[in-house]
Nanobody, 119 residues
Framework: QVQLVESGGGLVQAGGSLRLSCAASRSFFSIFRMGWYRQAPGTQRDLVAATTSGGSTNYADSVKGRFTISRDNTKNTVYLQMNSLKPEDTAVYYC?????????????WGQGTQVTVSS
């Protein structure tokens, strides 16, 4: 079992920045992949950014160059720095943990945090 607790969402104007945090209840060394996902009303949940225990990262094309995922293994916390935010970034953002080696889709989810970008 892994509990994930997110924080850092909120309301921001277009062009602004936010940083999301996700703290896990177990060591990152036992989790293959940590990622951020988002879901807007009426849409599916999609990957925003992810990082593996080996240090590789990947991003959705729509956020490349604006968002940065990072991790602090000493705190079992993953961050998403979001810059140059756009109204289309508005969504509920979820932290997800994929446990098994090579697993891509999360086994565990946080409760979600709302990000709203006003124009």
């Amino acid at each position: 079992q892994v509990q994930l607790v997110e924080s850092g969402g909120g309301l921001v104007q277009a062009g602004g920045s936010l940083r999301l945090s996700c703290a896990a209840s177990r060591s990152f060394f036992s989790i293959f992949r940590m990622g951020w996902y988002r879901q807007a009303p009426g849409t599916q949940r999609d990957l925003v950014a992810a990082t593996t225990s080996g240090g590789s990262t990947n991003y959705a094309d729509s956020v490349k160059g604006r968002f940065t995922i990072s991790r602090d293994n000493t705190k079992n916390t993953v961050y998403l720095q979001m810059n140059s935010l756009k109204p289309e970034d508005t969504a509920v953002y979820y932290c997800g943990a994929a446990i098994g080696l090579g697993t891509s889709w999360p086994n565990y989810w946080g409760q979600g945090t709302q990000v709203t970008v006003s124009s």
